[in-house]
Structure formats: structure tokens, C-alpha cells
């Protein structure tokens, strides 16, 4: 069963640093590839960047590049992310998310089954 778990979130004043986690099942974090993704108010969820299951391949979306970065602590089953300098635009919930099937590489919104419950980043002036 695909479960995922973040934390981390808060408030933060504009140019601070956050750290996000995803806590995954042993299966999960082995077979999967997991991602971050994000939804501002009004705005629809997409993609901050993920990495697969061997943590080989990693992915981060153009408005976060050279800012936000992923790692993952294989004895926890838990992926990161990490954020610098943070931005007013970076407000949004953060989630977790797998994919429907393991072992298939996508960055794809419309292919992400599993999430978890989401953790709010606020980012103030």
C-alpha cells in the first residue's frame, strides 16, 4: 500500500529556507517514483521536482531550479526538500505524490495516484 506523509511546513519570512519531508512505506520508497508538487489558492497543482526510486534521476520544475533540492535518506524511507530563498510566490500547500504504477518514470500530474495530506508553506514580506 502506497502511503506518504509530509511535514515540515510553515511560515517564513520571504528569502528564508524550509525544509520539507515525505515519510513513505518501505515499498513505496523502494519502487516509486515520489514528487513534490504544490497548489497555490486558486491556482492548480503542479509540479516542484521528484526523484525515482534509485535516486538516480531527479527532476525540478524551471521556477525552482538553482533554489529547491531533493535528497532522499534511504534507512528513514524519506525524501526532502529542501527551499531557498523562498518567495511570495512559493506560498502554496506542498504534497507528496507517486505515481499510479512502480517503476514508471513521470513528472505528468495527470499520472499521480497516491498523496499524502499536504503541508502549507506561507511565505511572508
Known amino acids: 500500500q502506497v502511503q506518504l506523509v509530509e511535514s515540515g511546513g510553515g511560515l517564513v519570512q520571504a528569502g528564508d529556507s524550509l525544509r520539507l519531508s515525505c515519510a513513505a512505506s518501505?515499498?513505496?520508497?523502494?519502487?516509486?517514483?515520489l514528487a513534490w508538487f504544490r497548489q497555490a489558492p486558486g491556482k492548480e497543482r503542479e509540479i516542484v521536482g521528484g526523484m525515482n526510486w534509485s535516486g538516480v534521476r531527479l527532476y525540478y520544475a524551471d521556477a525552482v531550479k538553482g533554489r529547491f533540492s531533493i535528497s532522499r535518506d534511504n534507512a528513514k524511507n524519506t525524501m526532502y526538500l529542501q527551499m531557498n530563498s523562498l518567495s511570495l510566490e512559493d506560498t502554496a500547500v506542498y504534497y507528496c505524490g507517486a505515481p499510479a504504477t512502480p517503476y514508471r518514470t513521470t513528472w505528468d500530474l495527470k499520472d499521480y495516484t497516491y498523496w499524502g495530506q499536504g503541508t502549507q508553506v506561507t511565505v511572508s514580506s
Open positions: 518501505e515499498v513505496t520508497f523502494k519502487n516509486y517514483v
